[in-house]
């Protein structure tokens, strides 16, 4: 049985790495601390099913994530770059509780990222 990711980090060097990240919240933030090489995220939100984590300093420490960047304008966010690793997950529940992405969302945001 294969296990579908449940998130995609994007580097700045255009790696599109499927993940799967922990279902509790607290090992989630970890993970994703870990998986972006930073201490505190931000989260933009592309659709209403799908957001886009990154590092909240990650404007004034890392290089322009140009994938990022065109996903983002992709779904109207044009005002800015985006910078470092990024990270693709589901929106979030009524509680606020990120959710995953689910396979079909990997591979629309997969066909996606090949558009561009």
Same mark, same amino acid.
């Given at each position: ?6 998130? +995609?980090?994007?580097?700045? =060097? ?11 919240? /607290?090992?989630? $933030?970890?993970?994703?601390?870990? +998986? ?34 065109? $996903? ?10 985006? #910078? /470092? #690793?990024?990270?693709?997950?589901? /929106?979030?529940?009524?509680? /606020? =509780? ?8 990997? $591979?629309?945001? +997969? ?6």
């Amino acid at each position: 049985m294969t296990i579908a990711p449940t998130a +995609l980090l994007i580097t700045p =060097e255009a790696e599109v790495i499927p993940v799967d990240l922990p279902s509790d919240s /607290g090992d989630r $933030l970890t993970a994703m601390y870990s +998986l972006m090489r930073c201490d505190q995220v931000d989260v933009v939100a592309l659709t209403d099913q799908l957001d886009m984590w990154l590092d909240d300093n990650g404007l004034y420490t890392q290089p322009v994530n140009p994938m990022a960047t065109l $996903l983002a304008r992709r779904f109207g966010r044009t005002y800015q770059n985006y #910078h /470092g #690793h990024v990270l693709l997950t589901g /929106g979030a529940d009524d509680e /606020g =509780e990120t959710l995953p992405l689910d396979r079909d969302k990997v $591979l629309a945001v +997969l066909a996606t990222l090949a558009d561009l």
